[in-house]
């Protein structure tokens, strides 16, 4: 297998989910988002939006309004596991592929934390609090636009756990 430093960055990424309480500083949350907004997009339209959230407080009202909103976490369970960022992605509610492009881009924020040495995780068991009425408006959202996905980011606390063992069975040619 030939390797490169793209490569070794996809397989050596690992989900984070164990966070220091130092924020990030922000030149990396800078570069982090420059790299967000090269993430592909349908038509290059970019139907997407960044929220970065660095406060406590509304990262609570978001897992509290997800619990109300019918979300079930284990007890003890934070879903944001105690990260001091979290960026939201949301896109346009016309957007044919605003689910898409709102992933394309969190991989990107991802693979750019890699580099840095921060750790992220992909979170969307905290979509019900993110849409919640009240928590959208605390969001300050372009009009008419819906949370997809978030990430997760911060220091890691420990290091990453090893990957699994990849299969060997979900490659199919048709040649």
Do not use: W
């Not at 570069?31 to 990262?59: C, E, W």
């Not at 592929?97 to 934390?113: F, T």
Request: hydrophobic share 35%.
């Amino acid at each position: 297998m030939i390797l490169n430093h793209t490569i070794e960055a996809l397989t050596e990424r690992r989900s984070i989910r164990s966070f220091r309480t130092e924020q990030i500083s922000e030149e990396e949350l800078a570069d982090i988002l420059y790299a967000a907004k090269y993430a592909p997009s349908a038509m290059g339209l970019q139907a997407r939006h960044f929220t970065v959230i660095q406060n406590k407080n509304t990262i609570s009202d978001i897992v509290s309004a997800a619990e109300k909103n019918g979300a079930k976490f284990l007890p003890g369970h934070t879903p944001f596991y105690n990260a001091p960022t979290i960026i939201v992605l949301s896109a346009p509610d016309t957007a044919k592929y605003g689910r898409e492009d709102c992933a394309c881009a969190i991989m990107n924020i991802m693979l750019a934390s890699h580099a840095y040495g921060l750790g992220s995780c992909y979170i969307c068991s905290a979509l019900n609090g993110l849409r919640d009425s009240e928590i959208i408006k605390s969001l300050k959202l372009p009009d008419k636009y819906t949370p997809f996905g978030c990430v997760a980011l911060g220091y890691p606390k420990e290091n990453a756990p090893a990957p699994k063992e990849r299969r060997n069975d979900d490659i199919t040619y048709i040649r």
